[in-house]
Each structure stands twice: as structure tokens, then as C-alpha cells.
């Protein structure tokens, strides 16, 4: 049976059909193979598993089906959705998986992550990442009323667009030092991430050996979905 991985999403209110085709997959496909890997990046933004936003009650229904259908579902955190948290997660029947984690496929250790902390030249982002993973930081925020929350993720949405557009497009891809160190730490020849929107196999030499990293489509435009045996 096959094993499915998903990542970069982006479900969001203004884009009701990939919410659609969200829960098609779910509802066809995701029901018949070994497991679901969700890599990041399910929601556009999240801001709290106290949200009462229509759509995370949606896609917490999908999800749980799924998981009620026999077939677990894993979810790691993105860099959008990093405060999914163990609440959320219980009601989508998800488990959540520390970033990164290294499962065996066919008998293939295979490392997954989001991807975002193999961006090591985007160093503005990776200041606003260290803040905003702090615990205290975090405490802080989700202390704050929903709607002020809200607003902080739109603006936030708003400069990472303005990054995103400004800055050199080999600054938001993978650093190739920093995946073969990750995949070296880990001991695998397989590495499974999304995050920079670029669906594409790599195959390179690592120290004599064959190694492999896929990189999954994100959603803004279609669904996307990768199948492994
Ligand atoms: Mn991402």
C-alpha cells in the first residue's frame, strides 16, 4: 500500500474550491493507502486551536474521517501553522510529528520536514522564525483576544509576500549544504520537504551515494499529492 504526502495547502476561506479538493482527496484516495503525511502548511494562517474559523472545524471533519477509516494521519508543523497544538490535533485525529522526523518507506529511511529550515541564506526569515517558535513569545500571543491575533497574521502574511516578492529566488530555495548536513545527521539517502513551492525530484551524489530529495506542489493554484510505495 502506498504512503501519501501532502504539504503547503495554504486552505483558506478566499480559496473555497482547494478546500474542496481537500476534502476529495481525503474523502477518495487518502482512504486507501498506509498513511497520510501532512508537512506543513495545511492552513494559510493559523492563529490558535481556540479559532472557531468554519474552516478548521472543516478540515478537522476531513481529517477525522480519514483517521476514523483506519488510515493515521501525521501532521508536522509549517511555518504558517506552527500553533496547531496537541487540541486541534486530537479533534482532526491527527498526530503531530516533531520537525523533522525519519520514517521508513519500502524500507528506505526517509527523512521529512517542512522545508523551511533548509532556506538557511533567507536570514530575515529565520530571525522571524526563532521569535515566533519561542515558547514565551508564543505563550503571549495566543493569550491575546482572537481578533487581535487575527490581525497580526495578516499583516504577517502581508510582509512575507512583500519578502517573498522582493527578495532573489535563490535566497527561498534549499540550501544544498544545509539538506546534505540534515540528511547526513540522519542517516538517510531520502528527504521528503515542501515549503518552496518547487515540485521537483533531485537526485545528486552524497559522499559516494546515491541520494534523493523530493520537494511536494503547493495548492494555491491545484492540488497536489505525492503517492511513495
Ligand atoms: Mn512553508
Redesign the pocket.
Known sequence: MATLFIS?LHLDEARPHLVDAFEDLLAGEARAVQALYIL??LFESYIGDDDDAPLNARVARATRKVRAAGVPVYFMH???DFLLGEDYAARAGMTLLPVPTVVELGGEPTLLM???TLCTDDAAYLQFRKLVRDPVWQRAFLAKPLAERRAFAAQARGESRKHTANAKPEIMDVNQAAVEAAMRQHAVRRLIH??THRPATHRFDMGGNKAERIVLGDWYEQASSLALP
Open positions: 503547503d506543513g502548511d509549517g511555518n504558517r517542512h522545508g523551511d515542501g515549503h
